[in-house]
């Protein structure tokens, strides 16, 4: 009966959505199982102002590392929100996944409820990459979320088994949003993670839940309908410069890597939600990571690398530039 009911979607010229299990399938057989995990497993993302811890139950304006997460539905950025979690799922010679666990309203310690799960899963064998991601339903109430005790896999078609203490996991399909919506965000969501699937910025960077690969195979478009579909809607490539000091230690994507987070990384731009303090250098300057330069030695060593990639970024054929294309394996300029 499915088969007829495919068949005839496609007798009127409409294309069917993949399901989250058709897409969760081609994940696990291309990349890797993503396991049931509990957030609560994760490492807890500090928020800090001028140094110090805030308390759980806080949720300050500005800090020193806001998360720098845009968001187009309608919530809240939520920059600095006490208690979101980072957890590292898999991270070997053949693939990575990583999860984060959000809250966008600030709870009492220790709570177990998120507004916002989630998960990339990334094969460092083909390059190719899955996006999953769970939001709670709005309006968010900090007495109610997405419970992260015990969260189910998005990319198996087995039962979610009990968690560790008999807790049972909702099915995966009604906690994680399909392809399609997840893909409706894609080019925001891709717009950032421009330059490889896992991004670095001083608010991840107070973890060790970060996989490392800055120039590995990434080939994002590669897997499910509609994602490719999302993905051609953007011209996506990597820019570089012969010598460049910056790309020497990782990618430049030319969409948001170009338009914002060169910027902000350098000092050039505001981070949203940050407060004074990450206005000063040295942490005003987060690239490279552990910058324990002086400001002239700082400018010294990458001031005229950024120059020649802000150039090429306004104009990727400009003298001197030279395009990465997506989908090959990246090399060292």
Not at 228 to 247: D, P
Request: charged content about 20%; proline content about 10%; overall charge positive.
């Amino acid at each position: 009966m499915k088969r007829l009911l495919w068949l005839g979607w496609l007798a009127l010229g409409v294309a069917r959505a993949e399901t989250l299990a058709e897409y969760g399938r081609q994940c696990a057989e291309q990349i890797t199982e993503i396991p049931a995990f509990s957030c609560m497993a994760g490492e807890e993302i500090p928020i800090t102002v001028d140094g110090r811890r805030v308390p759980a139950d806080v949720a300050p304006e500005r800090c020193d590392r806001p998360s720098l997460l845009p968001q187009h539905d309608g919530r809240r950025p939520a920059q600095c929100v006490p208690g979101s979690r980072a957890l590292v799922l898999r991270d070997d010679a053949t693939a990575q996944v990583s999860a984060i666990c959000r809250k966008q309203l600030a709870r009492e310690a220790g709570s177990a409820w998120f507004d916002e799960i989630n998960v990339i899963s990334h094969s460092l064998k083909n390059g190719k990459t899955c996006w999953f991601t769970a939001k709670a339903a709005l309006p968010l109430r900090p007495e109610r979320g997405i419970d992260g005790r015990w969260v189910p896999s998005p990319s198996t078609l087995r039962p979610p088994p009990p968690g560790p203490d008999g807790r049972r996991a909702p099915p995966a399909d009604e906690l994680w949003l399909s392809p399609q919506k997840v893909a409706q965000s894609v080019p925001a969501c891709m717009h950032c993670h421009d330059s490889g699937p896992f991004m670095y910025s001083p608010y991840i960077a107070q973890t060790t839940q970060l996989p490392g690969d800055p120039f590995g195979f990434y080939e994002p478009k590669a897997i499910g309908a509609d994602f490719k579909k999302a993905w051609a809607q953007l011209n996506a490539f990597g820019i570089t410069t012969r010598g460049n000091t910056c790309t020497a230690c990782h990618r430049m994507g030319n969409m948001n890597s170009c338009q914002v987070a060169m910027h902000q990384s350098a000092g050039a731009l505001p981070q949203e939600g940050g407060d004074a303090w990450s206005t000063r250098f040295p942490q005003s300057h987060w690239m490279s990571p552990g910058n324990l330069h002086s400001r002239a030695q700082w400018d010294q060593q990458f001031s005229d690398s950024l120059k020649k990639l802000a150039a090429c970024c306004e104009d990727p054929k400009g003298p001197g530039c030279q395009r990465v294309e997506y989908g090959k394996p990246s090399h060292k300029p």
